[in-house]
Structure formats: structure tokens, C-alpha cells
T-cell receptor, first 113, second 110 residues
Framework: KAGVTQTPRYLIKTRGQQVTLSCSPI?????VSWYQQTPGQGLQFLFE???????NKGNFPGRFSGRQFSNSRSEMNVSTLELGDSALYLC????????????FGPGTRLTVL | EDQVTQSPEALRLQEGESSSLNCSYT??????LFWYRQDPGKGPEFLFT???AGEEKEKERLKATLTKKESFLHITAPKPEDSATYLC???????????FGSGTKLNVKP
């Protein structure tokens, strides 16, 4: 079974630009969560989607948004990028109903210059 | 408020020297506690889920245990390939959110 895939793996942007990251969950998984990981803050929850609906949201500004498609693939968008948005963005999928284990993708390394 | 605290932040062991990592949590209702391993530049790799106090799970040299307020990850006779950052996460009953600890960076020297 293929794991969680994320594209692109690396991204360099400049302040003020916007970026879209993509995540394809494990086949059959309907829940997708997004996290931001930085050396100083660790792993911080951004949001969770299940069946195309946002179920939970972390404490991030409105510049961070996401969506989920009918095939469970998810995208995350960050508008008006700031230097502090440089981080590893991780996507995790779970079946949700059958236990709560989350399986992570390799992440997208975003650098904002 | 810190829902999950991991200690120590870093741990250096000699190969074969057993030790334990700690994860303490303060959520009101625990739905589950999760252990992950993360290698540099990679996403976390799922290790264990624990649901109730007294529960234990084992995998190779790793054993996870859970009490009402903390979890331990015991590493028996570690090898250099066990070097990684070990993350603990808890999921609340009410909102299903996951809270991650800052991790313990383990370095096992041959």
C-alpha cells in the first residue's frame, strides 16, 4: 500500500507570495490533517479535513487555508507569505473510524526569503 | 498551556545502554496517546497507540506504557539505528485534536 505523498518536496518563495501544497492520503483514508513543524515550536496542528469538511482548526491566522477533494486529496494554501512561515509542512492521513493512528507524509520544506 | 511535555530534550546512550523517555500530558479527557519516531528531514513514523492506563505495547527494542498522567517509552539495549527524535502526541476526547510534545532527540553511540 502506498504511503502518504506530498508535493512538492521543496519550495522556495519570497515574502508576499502565496503557495499551495498538495497531499495524497493512503488509499482508503478519509481524514487528512496538516501540521507545521519548526525547530522552535515543534509540530503544530493546522487543520483537519474529513469527507471534504474541515473538522478541526488550530490557532493559525486566516492566511492559512485548506480544502479536501472528493477523492480525499487535500491542498493547503498560504497567502501573503512571511519569513516566519518557513517550516516543514506535514500532512497526515487516518482512516478515522478504525482507530486514530495518523500516518505522515515526508513533508514539504518551505523556505520564505 | 502545555498539554504534552517530553523529557529529556536530548539523550545520549552507549549501544546496549537501556533507558526510558517520558511523556506527561494534561488533557482533560484522553482519547489516545501516540508515539512516533522521526528521522531528520522525514515525516514522523507511527510506532504505538495507547488508550488506557495500564496498557503496554512492544515492538522490537521499544516498549510503551501508559499511566493516567504520563507515558514512558522504554528502549532496551539500543542500537545506533535507534537514533532519532521520538515524539509523543495526545488526542483529546472532546475535539479530536492532536497535541504533540517537542520530542526527545536520542543519540545512540556504537
Amino acid at each position: 500500500k502506498a504511503g502518504v505523498t506530498q508535493t512538492p518536496r521543496y519550495l522556495i518563495k519570497t515574502r508576499g507570495q502565496q503557495v499551495t501544497l498538495s497531499c495524497s492520503p493512503i488509499s482508503g483514508h478519509r481524514s487528512v490533517s496538516w501540521y507545521q513543524q519548526t525547530p522552535g515550536q515543534g509540530l503544530q496542528f493546522l487543520f483537519e479535513y474529513f469527507s471534504e469538511t474541515q473538522r478541526n482548526k488550530g490557532n493559525f491566522p486566516g492566511r492559512f487555508s485548506g480544502r479536501q477533494f472528493s477523492n480525499s486529496r487535500s491542498e493547503m494554501n498560504v497567502s501573503t507569505l512571511e519569513l516566519g512561515d518557513s517550516a516543514l509542512y506535514l500532512c497526515a492521513s487516518s482512516f478515522r473510524d478504525r482507530g486514530n493512528e495518523q500516518f505522515f507524509g515526508p513533508g514539504t520544506r518551505l523556505t520564505v526569503l | 498551556e502545555d498539554q504534552v511535555t517530553q523529557s529529556p530534550e536530548a539523550l545520549r546512550l552507549q549501544e546496549g545502554e537501556s533507558s526510558s523517555l517520558n511523556c506527561s500530558y494534561t488533557v482533560s479527557g484522553l482519547r489516545g496517546l501516540f508515539w512516533y519516531r522521526q528521522d531528520p528531514g522525514k515525516g514522523p513514523e507511527f510506532l504505538f497507540t495507547l488508550y488506557s492506563a495500564g496498557e503496554e505495547k512492544e515492538k522490537e527494542r521499544l516498549k510503551a506504557t501508559l499511566t493516567k498522567k504520563e507515558s514512558f517509552l522504554h528502549i532496551t539495549a539500543p542500537k545506533p539505528e535507534d537514533s532519532a527524535t521520538y515524539l509523543c502526541a495526545v488526542q483529546e476526547n472532546n475535539f479530536n485534536k492532536f497535541y504533540f510534545g517537542s520530542g526527545t532527540k536520542l543519540n545512540v553511540k556504537p
